[in-house]
């Protein structure tokens, strides 16, 4: 967390690397500031001017490079500020961090302040300016304020502007109040801002407030402080230490001692912020949700008008995903020069400071489609559309909130926001809600008085309202009516424990810092332990392909490092929606990187920690399955926790040098009240030589260093290593954190440049990612036909594409227009392309017929490829209710009918169109990467995705319907009434009438999802009544996917067997070679029904050639049934089709009718063909038949029984009104059997009667019971297994 530890002595051991003043430069004078975009029509008081660094002791660190643009325009992200005598003056305390571009941070803390102006040239210049302001005003008094802003070109500057003008309306106000002249300077005192600002390797946020604010308070004291100022600034640049890890220090302050900790090795790194100040803004479910978004790294913006606040709840945020860590762009305040980072198409965590009085609406952000926007002083958030929620999250807020109201923190909502001036305090309201309030106010006032903030005669108010007789007899009275006033009682029990506590020997301040320390800590255990239930197996899923760090570092981006698909099936249901998008972040990738490569060097340290927590975990749950299971665990080491701070805090380890007399000339130094003096150079600018813990540490240093350089040699040259650990690190980084101080416009540039390639490197890596997880999946399935794959990764690698997608159109965007940046593409794309088609209709020219397949043969019409056309689906879609969402559903759409590379190439080419909405900058106007972003699209190509279908279940359909005849014999008419119904994994069509003699039919239907079967049946009325169906046709008109049914057979009385109605079993048809226009290859079809080719080599004698052999037999139920097993293991969601399983091509009753029809006596006895179903018909009229002659009694009861069912259920299925042919029926007896678990009963009853002397060959198998025993075995494998049917199987039996 200290940035790097290069450098010898005692370098980075040191509290405080540099002691900086910040303010007006008297020798340049006011200097506007163009960057921070103010409009010079505001009064020059409000106008922002430029400060500099004053000063900075010492001039440089080696160890840490002083960045004086980065520290300048955070120490006063505003610029100057001026005040008269009239406003008011009060003192700020912020903080801030710079990340440099290896991801090291620095800290820094800020105490601003007011000073009087005593340059001459600057009243004067301030009073210029302001004649020439009150000239201008009078002159053209056009009221508007806002015109500079509604004319301006870029969203940026409007972005600017629109944060300025809520000054505007003020300063008019005032101004006027005080006319003529706003600023005299012959009447009043002018007043600028000052900062003093501390710079460390770590957040030591307490210890830096107060030590800066006692310095402040050494200026405006009407004595001078004890020893001169220098004094002090030396002190804590130079003789305090860092404290070691697991000990305290104490340092000593201008007037009082300060303490700090850090905390040991085993415990959670260093977070000095309050988090307290963060739950209570925010709401506790508000900041869980905001933290969910972290997490699973989207853009996230804050809003404050507090830059403390700002950096309180980013900093709060980031500490509690521990272990990971933020990995993307990280500036908690966005100095107003910098606001065209907004723009950066990456995931970041930004502050943005508001004006006074700015509303939300006005703010021009480049894009939200996948930004949470928090508004800290209004306690509210906006949150992305449809992202998971956190696991456990109503039992986790719980427990939060518990934890909160453990130490007197309400936890319903965001506390009211801080009053400076509580004069409607002591208010004597009976209402509860008064009372809360009041009380929240006196806790305010408390808390105050502790930090240091409160101004004498505020804290007289708290002791007045605290030693007040009214009071205590009101208190009084309600106690002994019963009411309890919880909250006056632990402010005083409190209060009489800081008393005791402070003759202890601890002031007020200590104990409260005690009290946040120990509230940190216990709210970021409580986080910690949730990531340590649901990771406490991760390692096992870890992958160590690589022998050793160079070459894992040299394949790091072709290797998988973490098994996600094992471990997505490891975890409990709930969990999954959130953990299968957690699993691809950069930050997870990092972690698991980070635990790769301490197989070679010393664990990072926050990794170390989590290790230790996870084996301490198992060790008391010795694996115990409640980790595994979805039921809340709560955080059990609160109490732990919270005593190691106490006893560091109580029992100080360290105590650093006092502040003494340096050697200076004499005279210098002098105070004057009121004025921060200029500090003597030469003795802060250099350390003490003989100081005994720099010494310490210089030994220990070089001891590390000798200990690093051996390893190196173990391992590889040092530079080689470096070189390669930055780029595995930046890997998938698009730049990691945009530079804060040289702002030329190639700078800009440059990180635009940085953007583009970085997306471009994204898209890659996405793209493959969805390729590899498809395909993989599909590989292991090759052999048993089914490549079905919906289901939670691929949903969650979706939308991250969308979310790619998205922020490419919202990179370098001139004007926004909606919150989806690609759907207003989109619409004015289609707004143009409607116009030319409209002016295309107007003119004569006669319009080419829509192209059709030639009409003698028929089939599908042809399916017209059109970008628009797909727009007007989405449109259409009345679920559908933001932009966001449309264009979502758009990616999906065109994904699943292969055309996304094609449609945004298409959208791209419009090229005067792209022009118009983007900067030159942007990606979509780099043509090289967006050719390349284009081919990588292509790619997707190669697998199919039903991620429409699958998502929007419950829109409505238009389906159509081709039926095709064998041409060869003539009767594709039939004088009968067809019906069909169309069945598909979320539901049925219904039974639908065919008009006579037509072919191809339109339906609209809630979608049905992935088609699986069609009936098709008619009523066998009229002559014609025999009807020989090729296949059927059927196609989703949305997504383009046509799946055919084939059929082969007749349907009609006395004709085949007999079947007025078959279910026919789809398969996905390859798209025609005219429509595919380059769309790419496919994956294998799914399974389909039984062809006509094999229904014939079974039935027929003449077709002997190509009859299966026993082994082959065998080895196809085999196959069946392990395909069948094979289903129920996948995750449900993966599944697809069982019909298909059932009853399809290489399925269930393919292999059982082959193994029934195995040496079967067909023989065409008077040109009549038997089948299988009459042998069944036989048995159960023979097993009938002895029943009632009482040959069956002598039999056990248990095969009587069997016998019963058996004849139960063939009776049942022919007595169905349904006409479904012998086949039909055989095919059913096997379905109904397999779900009931009987069918290993029927067959020994098949096998013992004597019909199957008479129908079958000795040779068959069905006689060898050798191997009818082993297919019982096999079947009886299914039992295991809840088959259910689907409902156009077993429509009309009654069982």
């Not at 004890?226 to 860092?242: A, G």
């Not at 953990?579 to 490569?597: G, P, R, V, W, Y």
């Not at 997306?759 to 590989?779: D, F, I, P």
Request: charged letters at 25%.
């Amino acid at each position: 967390m200290s940035g790097s530890s290069a450098g010898s002595g005692a370098a980075p051991c040191r509290l405080v690397h540099y002691f900086v003043i910040c303010g007006i430069d008297t020798e340049t004078g006011l200097e506007p500031d163009e960057l921070a975009g103010e409009n010079l029509e505001q009064s020059p008081l409000k106008r922002t001017f430029k400060s500099k660094v004053l000063a900075r002791y010492p001039e440089n660190v080696e160890w840490n490079p002083f960045d004086q643009d980065a520290v300048n325009m955070l120490c006063m992200p505003k610029g100057l500020s001026f005040r008269t005598q009239a406003e008011p003056r009060e003192t700020q305390f912020h903080s801030f961090i710079i990340t440099k571009e290896d991801g090291s941070r620095t800290y820094g803390f800020v105490h601003t302040f007011y000073e009087e102006v005593t340059s001459p040239q600057i009243c004067s210049a301030m009073q210029t300016l302001y004649q020439m302001h009150n000239a201008e005003n009078t002159s053209s008094n056009p009221p508007s304020t806002s015109s500079s802003s509604s004319s301006s070109s870029s969203s940026m500057d409007s972005l600017a502007s629109s944060l300025d003008e809520a000054d505007s309306p003020t300063t008019s106000s005032s101004s006027s109040s005080r006319r003529p002249g706003g600023y005299d300077s012959s009447r009043d005192t002018l007043y600028v801002s000052k900062a003093l600002c501390l710079i460390t390797p770590m957040p030591f946020m307490h210890a830096s407030r107060r030590f800066l604010s006692q310095m402040h308070r050494a200026v405006t004291d009407s004595s001078a402080p004890p020893l001169p100022l220098e004094s002090y600034v030396h002190n804590i640049l130079y003789e305090v230490p860092l404290p070691a890890p697991g000990r305290s220090l104490k340092f000593h302050g201008v007037y009082e001692p300060i303490v700090c900790q850090r905390p040991g090795p085993g415990e959670l790194p260093l977070a000095d912020f309050p988090l307290a100040e963060t739950f209570s803004l925010l709401g506790v479910e508000n900041l869980v949700q905001v933290f969910t978004c972290t997490l699973l790294e989207m853009q996230i913006l804050l809003y404050s008008q507090d830059y403390q606040r700002l950096m309180t709840v980013a900093e709060g945020i980031t500490t509690l995903l521990f272990p990971f860590q933020w990995q993307h762009v990280y500036v908690p305040i966005l100095p107003a020069s910098l606001l065209h980072f907004l723009d950066a198409p990456v995931p970041y965590l930004m502050g943005l400071q508001s004006k006074d009085g700015t509303d939300r609406s006005k703010l021009e952000l480049p894009q939200e489609a996948n930004l949470c926007f928090v508004d800290i002083d209004n306690h509210y958030i906006e949150l992305p559309e449809d992202f998971p929620h956190f696991p456990n999250e109503s039992e986790f807020v719980q427990e939060l909130s518990e934890v909160l109201l453990s130490f007197g923190i309400s936890a319903i909502s965001g506390a009211p926001p801080r009053t400076r001036t509580p004069g409607s305090a002591p208010g004597s309201a009976p209402s509860t809600p008064g009372r809360e309030r009041r009380t929240a106010v006196l806790r305010q006032l408390e808390d105050d008085g502790r930090n240091g903030n409160l101004a004498g005669e505020e804290l007289a108010v708290l002791e007045l309202l605290q030693g007040n007789a009214t009071l205590e007899r009101l208190q009084a009275l309600t106690k002994r009516t019963g009411v309890t006033v919880a909250r006056v009682d632990a402010l005083r029990a409190r209060i009489k424990g800081q008393s005791i506590e402070g003759q202890g020997g601890r002031t007020a301040a200590e104990e409260e810092e005690l009290r946040n320390a120990k509230l940190n800590v216990q709210l970021r255990e409580v986080f910690a332990s949730r990531f340590i239930t649901m990771f406490a197996d991760y390692e096992a899923f870890v992958i160590q392909s690589a022998p050793d760090l160079e070459s894992w570092l040299t394949n790091r981006e072709q290797m998988h490092n973490f098994d996600k698909a094992s471990f997505l099936s490891d975890q409990p249901e709930p969990y999954l929606p959130f953990l299968s998008h957690f699993i691809e972040t950069q930050m997870f990738a990092t972690f698991i990187d980070n635990k790769i490569m301490s197989q070679w060097e010393e664990k990072e340290p926050l990794l170390r920690v989590f290790d230790t927590r996870i084996d301490k975990a198992r060790l008391y749950n010795v694996r115990a399955p409640s980790l595994r299971s979805s039921s809340y665990q709560r955080c059990s080491v609160l109490k732990e926790a919270a005593q190691a701070i106490e006893q560091r805090l109580m029992k100080i380890d360290h105590t650093a040098i006092h502040p003494h007399l340096l050697d200076m000339k004499i005279g210098q130094g002098k105070y004057e009240q009121g004025f921060f003096p200029k500090l003597q150079a030469d003795v802060l600018n250099a350390g003490p030589s003989n100081n005994k813990w720099s010494h310490r540490t210089a030994t220990t240093q070089r001891r590390k260093d000798r200990h690093r350089q051996q390893s190196e040699h173990l391992t590889l040259d040092n530079d080689l290593k470096e070189k390669y650990m930055q780029e595995a690190r930046s890997l998938q980084k698009n730049l990691r954190q945009p530079k804060l101080s040289d702002l030329s416009p190639a700078v800009i540039a440059q990180t635009n440049w940085k953007f583009v390639e970085g997306l471009l490197k994204e898209c890659r890596m996405k793209t493959k990612r969805m390729l590899v997880a498809k395909m993989g999946r599909e590989a292991v399935e090759l052999g048993h036909g089914e490549a079905n794959i919906t289901g939670l990764e691929e949903n969650t690698l979706i939308a991250s594409l969308c979310d790619l997608l998205e922020r490419i159109w919202s990179h370098g965007l001139q004007v926004k227009q909606g919150k989806s940046a690609l759907w207003s593409h989109l619409l004015h794309y289609q707004a143009r392309e409607e116009k030319l088609e409209q002016q295309q209709a107007e003119s004569p020219v006669s319009n080419v017929p829509e192209r059709r397949k030639s009409e003698s043969s028929i089939g599908m019409p042809f399916l017209r490829v059109s970008l628009i056309q797909d727009m007007r689906h989405i449109q259409s879609m009345s679920e559908i209710k933001t932009d966001v969402g449309r264009a979502r559903a758009w990616i999906r759409l065109s994904l699943e009918k292969k055309l996304l590379s094609q449609h945004l190439k298409q959208l791209l080419c419009r090229q005067a169109l792209t022009k118009k909405l983007y900067k030159r900058y942007a990606f979509l106007r780099c043509e090289e990467e967006k050719e390349q972003f284009l081919f990588h699209l292509l790619s997707l190509n190669a697998v199919d995705y039903f991620c429409f279908t699958s998502v929007f279940t419950t829109i409505m359909i238009p389906y159509r319907v081709v039926i095709i005849p064998i041409k060869k014999l003539s009767n594709t008419m039939t004088t009968s009434n067809p019906w069909v119904c169309v069945s598909g994994e979320l539901g049925d069509s219904g039974i639908m009438q065919i008009p006579k003699n037509v072919l191809e039919m339109t339906f609209d239907c809630q979608n049905l999802g992935k088609l699986t079967t069609v009936q098709l049946g008619h009523d066998n009325a009229g002559l014609l009544a025999k009807w020989l169906v090729d296949c059927v046709m059927v196609r989703n008109e949305i997504t383009g996917h046509t799946y055919r049914f084939p059929c082969g057979r007749w349907l009609g009385k006395g004709v085949d067997d007999g079947s007025l109605e078959r279910v026919l079993i789809g398969e996905l048809a390859l798209p025609n070679a005219e429509e595919d226009s380059g769309r790419g290859c496919r994956t294998p079809p799914l399974q389909r029904s039984p062809s006509q080719t094999r229904r014939i080599s079974i039935t027929s004698m003449s077709a002997r050639g190509s009859k299966p052999t026993s082994a082959q037999i065998q080895e196809a139920i085999g196959e069946a049934v392990n395909n069948i097993i094979k289903h129920f293991h996948k995750p449900e969601k993966e599944r697809g089709s069982l019909t298909v399983l059932l009853c399809g091509e290489n399925s269930l009753v393919a292999a059982l009718e082959q193994f029934f029809h195995h040496g079967f006596k067909s023989a065409r006895l008077f040109q009549k063909t038997v089948f299988v179903w009459d042998f069944v018909e036989k048995a159960v009229a023979y097993m009938e038949s002895a029943d009632q002659m009482g040959d069956l009694q002598e039999t056990a009861e248990p095969l009587g029984m069997t016998c019963q069912s058996l004849c139960h259920y063939v009776n049942a299925i022919n007595s169905t009104r349904r006409n479904i042919g012998k086949d039909g029926k055989f095919q059913l007896l096997v379905c109904l059997g397999a779900r009931d678990r009987l069918l290993p009963q029927w067959l020994p009853l098949l096998v013992e009667c004597p019909v199957i002397l008479r129908m079958y060959e000795d040779t068959a198998q069905l006689r060898d019971r050798t191997t009818v025993n082993a297919l019982i075995g096999v079947v009886e494998t299914l039992h295991d297994f809840p088959i259910t049917l689907e409902a156009s199987l077993v429509k009309g039996i009654d069982l």
